[in-house]
């Protein structure tokens, strides 16, 4: 459903925008971008790659919300368990506390290792912070999954 043509337009400029040798923010996004809609299909994702993207732009840019996406790329390579570690780390913090997308990746960590409870008080969570209603329903059905399998 990508279209073909204006990713290759992203990536010759993407391409042209790094000709100068110095690297930013937004190159480093855009390599991550297209690492995913480069592949064929979600299984040929370059998973490695894209961590290795994440780790240099933790370099620049220490926000929690680019090592909350890293963890995604991290339970790739690495494993859920040592992702869902990263995540408990970035919930002390209290300016990420009340942020959805944080419990929704943890709902996530949980149903893949199969800790339906735990996942399911995460979705609750995730339910609870988000300003969205479409996020709130795309969520809850994720809770009712789980709870099937509690």
């Given amino acids: 459903m990508w279209d073909a043509s204006l990713i290759q337009n992203g990536l010759v400029y ?3 925008s790094a000709k100068d040798n110095r690297i930013s923010i937004y190159h480093i996004m855009a390599a991550i971008s297209a ?3 480069s592949a064929p299909d979600f299984e040929s994702t ?3 790659a ?6 240099h732009l933790l370099l620049i840019d220490h926000s929690l919300l680019v090592n ?3 963890s995604v790329a991290l339970a790739k390579v690495v494993g859920v368990q040592k992702a ?7 919930k002390t913090d209290p300016s990420f506390s009340s942020y959805h997308l944080l419990y929704a990746t943890e709902g996530e ?3 893949e290792m199969k800790e339906f409870s735990k996942a399911a008080e995460a979705y609750k969570k995730a339910i609870a912070h ?3 209603q479409p996020e709130k329903d795309l969520l809850q059905k994720k809770l009712e999954g789980c709870l099937k399998k509690i």
């Fill in 35 to 37: 690492c995913h809609c």
């Fill in 130 to 132: 988000s300003p969205l």
């Fill in 84 to 90: 869902l570690e990263e995540l408990q780390r970035l």
């Fill in 14 to 16: 993407m391409e042209k």
């Fill in 68 to 70: 909350l996406n890293r």
């Fill in 109 to 111: 960590f949980y149903f």
């Fill in 50 to 55: 894209i961590l290795n993207l994440y780790d």
């Fill in 46 to 48: 370059d998973w490695k």
